[in-house]
């Protein structure tokens, strides 16, 4: 069993495959943290709390008199404001009489098989006895109010996931106006934050700093998770590398507005809380009504690496479902870059007739196909052909493309509308705006009240149509802009700090039924790009438009941030045109391909203007990208090169079984005399010997990890080159 309950000492174990996770239950109630660390066996841990006096660090009233006992020093599981424990709280509560804080004491708890659920949100899921659940209840019962706490423990995966439930099992109305996810104490240790900043077209750039003295937030208020900050941090001890040191990992489930937050308190310790944001947020709770708060899946590892691949496997594996989650991905087609608005049946079906001859599987048309749609003024939410650029309707374009032998796909932005729309002039209160007031515009679009049952009910009946009345296999659903003037008319004055949590439940609720009613068809998840990376969209979406930045260069930069959490399967990416359409930059096509193969792949751009050679190199890359799709898919993946080394990036995969590896490598900055790349490859198995396919030569997996790799000079704009291993008996020839 991965759970453990030792019932003299009142202590909870939960043991991983490298972890062990103890708390104790003491005298008074408290759910006190004992330890999540490298894995120390179920001896009880209590033996290095030391308990001490710490001027005007108060003391509960059943031991007022012994000042070496304060909630404001010992490491809890879950913490509540308003009880003597100053550190950053994990809930707020609002009584009836107006008085705040919980006083939250264990209950009991209880040990099942299998994995809890979580109702209405997106959760990790068992796949055959993978998992073990505990649940804590503990009580505030002044207040009425019981707080379930759920750890599910996947112990052969490494991966722990927590999340809270909040009961009202008392008489009297209670308002929580914080409810965190996760509390985390760390009493011990110097620890290091990354965090993953940005901004669009420049998603996920990871920051490390030493963790100060300070409540260090790191958030979004957008209504979304945002391309300025991933719902995702990393504790790193200051020595950490790629390869070792003590590092724990926290990922919320949740496409919302969230927030973590980290302290570093007068003692040293670190306290890591997260969950949704509590920027307009006030969820009252009547008798026998409960809040279920979202999930964070937390994992610890020596080293980032295997951190990295921890949640990889989780989440292509337990996070993602449906039928495309483990299958491979079709090659695509675009049409956006090759030609935005202006677009027609015969300009649409001559693109897809060419990527068809070039072996690309897939055509996906993007924004202007719907009525109305000329430019990105006007048009959304009437999701209906637009007879004008397609005279002879979806159908005959769609049948037309997929006699070609190939899939068909589409874009909608469901979540949106315009003003100049049919759609809004039939229903004005379904979008959010302020009455009285003129609404904040993003792409001159309003974001649709998602938390209406009538909205999604709307959009269901719509986009089921289109999905069932034509061939369809693919869904790209966009959402491009953040959330402002949330007010919904649906709900009175005082549950408007409901709207931006059932805001995004009413999506979830939306994309489950669409999913599970058309289980066929793939949906990638998009947001302006990347600005809805997240966990809780890929347990609907299996993978996601990385970033609206497509040129290579850049992406070398958004690809290796993301993959410190999200693994390659979930990352779209395509090759665009040369010069690059957003910041002018010209790279070769054989560099674009290098880079957007190490993701969900696909092209963007207009393949009838190609010169005869680039299109050869196109059907390359098809044919290598089909060799090389399960290795990075559900391979292992290693980041090669530093982030501050500009002069190259490197990274490599390799296949589950070992068989086979390809390490890629991309010169950023070409100097004269160059120097030769080199690099340590990793994740090999030493004493095997693996041919080097580019060069016909055999070497061993030592000489390759320790001696290391020099790829041949390379010179001019951005050159790329792959390197393609595979592991054989034979003779090991010097290289």
């Avoid at 109630?29 to 709390?49: C, N, P, V």
């Avoid at 003391?59 to 809890?76: A, C, F, H, K, Q």
């Avoid at 495309?324 to 027609?344: C, G, K, M, S």
């Avoid at 390379?714 to 595979?726: N, R, S, V």
């Amino acid at each position: 069993m991965s759970i453990h309950f030792d019932e003299p000492s009142r202590r909870l174990t939960l043991r991983t495959e490298t972890a062990s996770y103890q708390m104790q239950i003491d005298d008074l109630g408290y759910l006190r943290h004992l330890y999540y660390g490298r894995d120390a066996g179920e001896q009880a841990l209590t033996y290095f709390h030391r308990q001490y006096d710490l001027g005007f660090s108060g003391n509960p009233y059943e031991r007022r008199w012994e000042r070496t006992n304060s909630p404001d020093l010992i490491p809890l599981e879950y913490s509540a404001s308003g009880t003597g424990d100053y550190r950053v709280p994990a809930s707020v509560v609002l009584r009836a009489d107006g008085s705040r804080g919980a006083d939250f004491r264990y209950v009991s708890h209880e040990i099942r098989p299998g994995k809890y659920a979580l109702p209405g949100l997106p959760a990790a899921y068992d796949n055959g006895g993978e998992c073990e659940t505990l649940v804590v209840t503990l009580r505030d019962h002044s207040a009425g109010l019981t707080l379930q706490l759920y750890y599910g423990v996947f112990a052969a995966l490494d991966m722990i996931t927590r999340a809270a439930v909040f009961l009202n099992d008392g008489n009297a109305p209670l308002r929580l106006e914080k409810a965190g996810s996760v509390c985390l104490d760390l009493p011990f240790g110097d620890w290091d934050l990354v965090h993953f900043h940005g901004r669009h077209c420049l998603e996920r750039q990871p920051e490390r700093l030493p963790v100060p003295h300070l409540v260090t937030t790191v958030g979004s208020d957008r209504g979304m998770s945002s391309h300025q900050h991933n719902p995702f941090v990393i504790l790193c001890d200051h020595e950490a590398t790629e390869d070792a040191g003590e590092c724990y990992g926290l990922m919320l489930a949740y496409s919302g507005s969230f927030r973590a937050e980290i302290e570093r308190s007068q003692t040293d310790a670190v306290r890591v809380v997260m969950g949704i944001s509590e920027q307009d947020f006030s969820w009252p709770l009547k008798p026998g009504e409960q809040f279920v708060t979202p999930e964070v899946l937390l994992t610890r590892a020596d080293g980032l690496t295997k951190l990295s691949q921890n949640y990889h496997r989780f989440i292509r594996r337990n996070i993602c479902r449906g039928a495309h989650h483990l299958q491979r991905r079709p090659v695509l087609i675009n049409n956006w870059e090759a030609t935005y608005f202006d677009l027609d049946a015969e300009r649409i079906f001559a693109l897809a007739k060419e990527a068809a001859e070039l072996g690309v599987e897939l055509f996906v048309l993007d924004d202007g196909w719907f009525r109305g749609r000329a430019d990105d003024n006007a048009g959304l939410g009437d999701w209906f052909e637009n007879r004008d650029k397609l005279p002879n309707g979806l159908k005959d374009l769609i049948d037309r493309i997929t006699g070609l032998g190939m899939r068909f796909g589409i874009w909608v932005e469901p979540e949106m509308v315009n003003e100049n729309s049919d759609l809004y002039r039939a229903h004005p209160d379904w979008a959010f705006t302020v009455p009285g007031r003129k609404p904040v515009m993003g792409r001159n679009q309003l974001v649709l009240d998602m938390s209406r049952a009538d909205v999604r009910a709307y959009l269901f009946d719509v986009l089921s149509a289109l999905l069932r009345d034509h061939d369809i296999s693919y869904v790209k659903w966009d959402m491009n802009r953040s959330l402002a003037d949330v007010f919904s008319r649906a709900l009175p004055p005082e549950r408007q700090g409901e709207v931006l949590h059932r805001h995004i439940l009413g999506v979830y609720d939306l994309l489950e039924r669409l999913t599970a009613a058309f289980p066929h068809v793939l949906f990638e998840g998009c947001s302006g790009g990347g600005g809805r990376f997240d966990a809780g969209m890929l347990y609907y979406t299996p993978q996601i438009w990385l970033s609206d930045d497509t040129d290579p260069i850049e992406r070398l930069k958004i690809q290796r941030g993301t993959s410190f959490g999200y693994p390659v399967s979930a990352m779209g990416a395509h090759v665009s045109a040369s010069p690059n359409h957003q910041t002018g930059r010209s790279t070769p096509i054989r560099t674009r391909g290098v880079v957007a193969m190490s993701g969900a792949f696909g092209y963007e751009l207009d393949l009838t203007k190609l010169p005869a050679e680039e299109k050869e190199e196109i059907r390359r890359q098809i044919r290598q990208f089909h060799a090389d799709e399960d290795t990075a898919h559900d391979g292992l993946y290693y980041r090669l090169s530093d982030g501050e080394n500009r002069w190259f990036t490197a990274w490599q995969t390799v296949s589950a079984d070992g068989a086979r590896s390809v390490v890629n490598l991309v010169v950023q900055n070409p100097e004269p005399f160059a120097k030769v790349p080199h690099v340590c490859l990793r994740g090999l198995e030493p004493e095997a010997r693996y041919l080097l396919e580019e060069e016909q030569i055999v070497v061993t997996g030592a000489a390759l990890m320790y001696a290391g790799y020099s790829f041949p000079r390379m010179l001019g704009d951005y050159p790329a080159a792959q390197l393609h291993l595979i592991r054989q008996d034979g003779e090991c020839d010097a290289p």
